[in-house]
């Protein structure tokens, strides 16, 4: 099946060790979002490409950079997490312009959760 | 800008009865609205969307949501609790198909046997 799959599930990091997640989809969506999400809290945007065009919310963190290196993947680096960046991590795509005659505007991955020694 | 507001961050139910999720939103423009549903330690999965037409639009698992204009409302709705019904629910709204969603706070929903 198509889908959005985000490695690891869950990961564990020390105190200031940059740290990799990774998203890939099989949907040839050329958008692709990044979410981080607290417990108990909405998804937050922090940044989305549309193909290789990338959008940073004004509010994202300088710790937080992207890499999408082709249609059907896309990375997350924190560079230096702090115990304020334990959460959930969640990969969404979509395709650009959809409308109401398709199906689901987000596919959402399953999430990595990211936890901070 | 848009926003959604989710009144009511626990909403517990018994088995069988009704489910109401409220949620209501702000939007310039004719929004598109959407339910989502996340079970612990995954992603969003899609309920329910409003784009145009119906106001009254019935998703997966028996849920449906009316769009009220007048109310800026999207209430989620369920006849029959169940005990698989147990999630965090997510209201968002979109103006655009080019637009990321803005997501409301959410609803952890508990059925009680």
Same mark, same amino acid.
């Given at each position: 099946?198509?889908?959005?799959?985000?490695?690891?599930?869950?990961?564990?990091?020390?105190?200031?060790?940059?740290?990799?997640?990774?998203? +890939?989809?099989? $949907?040839?969506?050329?958008? !692709? *979002?990044?979410?981080?999400?607290?417990?108990?809290?909405?998804?937050?945007? =922090?940044?989305?490409?549309?193909?290789?065009?990338?959008?940073?919310?004004?509010?994202?963190?300088?710790?937080?950079?992207?890499?999408?290196?082709?249609?059907?993947?896309?990375?997350?680096?924190?560079? +230096?997490?702090? $115990?304020?960046?334990?959460? !959930? *991590?969640?990969?969404?795509?979509?395709?650009?312009?959809?409308?109401?005659? =398709?199906?689901?505007?987000?596919?959402?991955?399953?999430?990595?959760?990211?936890?901070?020694? | 800008?848009?926003?959604?507001?989710?009144?009511?961050?626990?909403?517990?139910?018994?088995?069988?009865?009704?489910?109401?999720?409220?949620?209501?939103?702000?939007?310039?423009?004719?929004?598109?609205?959407?339910?989502?549903?996340?079970?612990?330690?995954?992603?969003?999965?899609?309920?329910?969307?409003?784009?145009?037409?119906?106001?009254?639009?019935?998703?997966?698992?028996?849920?449906?949501?009316?769009?009220?204009?007048?109310?800026?409302?999207?209430?989620?709705?369920?006849?029959?609790?169940?005990?698989?019904?147990?999630?965090?629910?997510?209201?968002?709204?979109?103006?655009?198909?080019?637009?990321?969603?803005?997501?409301?706070?959410?609803?952890?929903?508990?059925?009680?046997?």
């Amino acid at each position: 099946d198509a889908m959005v799959i985000q490695n690891p599930r869950y990961q564990v990091t020390q105190f200031g060790k940059p740290v990799t997640l990774s998203c +890939s989809q099989t $949907l040839n969506h050329n958008v !692709m *979002y990044w979410y981080q999400q607290k417990s108990s809290q909405a998804p937050k945007l =922090l940044f989305h490409y549309y193909d290789k065009d990338f959008n940073n919310e004004a509010d994202t963190p300088d710790n937080f950079q992207s890499r999408r290196p082709n249609t059907s993947f896309c990375f997350l680096d924190i560079r +230096s997490p702090g $115990l304020g960046d334990a959460a !959930m *991590y969640l990969c969404a795509t979509s395709r650009e312009g959809w409308g109401p005659e =398709l199906n689901q505007p987000q596919h959402f991955g399953d999430g990595t959760r990211l936890s901070i020694l | 800008a848009q926003s959604v507001t989710q009144l009511g961050s626990h909403v517990s139910v018994s088995e069988g009865a009704l489910v109401l999720l409220r949620c209501n939103y702000s939007s310039s423009v004719p929004p598109y609205l959407f339910w989502y549903v996340q079970y612990p330690n995954q992603g969003l999965q899609l309920l329910l969307k409003y784009t145009t037409g119906a106001t009254l639009v019935k998703g997966i698992n028996g849920f449906e949501a009316e769009f009220k204009k007048s109310e800026t409302s999207f209430h989620l709705t369920k006849p029959s609790a169940h005990m698989s019904d147990a999630a965090e629910y997510f209201c968002a709204v979109a103006i655009s198909g080019n637009t990321p969603l803005v997501f409301g706070k959410g609803t952890r929903l508990s059925v009680i046997a």
